[in-house]
């Protein structure tokens, strides 16, 4: 029987097996930050334990670094203090930190692909759910724990048990006005919020295929918005034109040999997943949330569900994710009000995300009612927006573009949504209170949001194409 591509990588990493217990799993390349990873030292130093292997750890501040006045000492005195401590941690043990105003800076998820650190059938842990980012190159990345970070650290192995597979596959091709941010969230409109739990998903089929490398790390991004362990795509020409010539990929005799290897890695044809779920790209419209978790999300024509329509356990969760966002079941959203809009976090705040709002917004000015924060994932997506004059046309439209950070995607720094105001915002998650205590959020893809900015309100932005 053949294998799985999540097969292939698995089994490839582990250092030693039994039944019943987790694997002893190889780590390629370990990211760490500001948040996560400061118990892990102190473990590490009370211990009296080195890093196991500084090269294959990578760091970054991206949390809770400000995006304003990137020059000047921290204000938030619990973010100075992370983001100090991990400056400290790094220089006591030899790793290398990307930190605030270094070129290569950016948030987590971001960095390793543009630098080229992230590589087809790695294996790649953060203490951070959204490292699943990086199966968009055909890796394994999942998400840890603290004390995983530490162990990580220690060994460079971490105990797993290996999960179940599952394809989704997208065929057909999109409409106009529809991107990869509104495959995922339309994915997860449908299996739920929890619907990948214990999967590692591995996406296929036409319209996955036809996507560029950082719409595939949209959707990646987001595998564990379902649920899921992590999720990945296999790697294919295109992956291997975005990795070419990126300052830490392969070179020479050793690019060869790694594109040879790189092309093995694909599921056998006669490979069996556990679960295979199956979409019709024709059917996704740009999407929108209404609730307090990623599932709660429904085309930008449609109507929020009437309770009655939802199964009698979840009505309750329903009905207080409603309150919370001060919405009725059974309205439309399009025409709502927003006061912000937020282009970041590590879903949507590359160079291409960056482009596609510019294109629409060129030549328009936001709406009165609204401020807008542009936030580029690193330095270097920063660098190219300006030398592509993206930042006049944005400066043109109103918008203000910032330094990069993982921002108001999460309340944990400076830049915070006010309690009681609505963001339409290109990040992953819309929990109670996480882009600020009261915040309510809407998420959307990069195009929706760009047509909101100009508009004041939550409209289907295929109105302007």
Known sequence: MGQTLIDKIWDSHVVYSKPGYPDAFYIDAHFIHEVTSPQAFDGLRKRNIPVFNTKRTHATADHNIPTLNQHLPIKEELSRRQVEMLTKNCKEYGIELYGMGHPFNGIVHIIGPELGITLPGMTIVCGDSHTSTHGAFGTIGFGIGTSQVEQVLATQCILQYKPKKMKIEINGKLKKGVVSKDIILYIISKITASGGTGYFVEYAGETIRNLSMEARMTICNMSIEMGARGGLIAPDEITFDYIKGRKFAPQGDDWDKALAYWKTLHSDPDAVFDKVLQFDAADIEPMITYGTNPGMGMGITKRIPSLGDIDEHDRKSFKKALDYMALEDGIPLLGKPVDYVFFGSCTNARIEDLRMVASFVKGRKKADNVQVWVIP????????????????????????????????????????????????????????????PGARTFLASPLTAAAAAITGKITDVREYL
């Open 377 to 436: 994932g690193s330095k270097q997506v920063e660098k190219q927006a300006r030398e592509e004059g993206i930042d006049t046309i944005f400066e043109a439209a109103g918008f203000q573009l910032r330094g990069p950070g993982c921002s108001a995607c999460l309340g944990m720094n400076e830049d915070k949504i006010p309690a009681g105001k609505y963001c339409i915002s290109t990040s992953n998650r819309n929990f109670e209170g996480r882009q600020g």
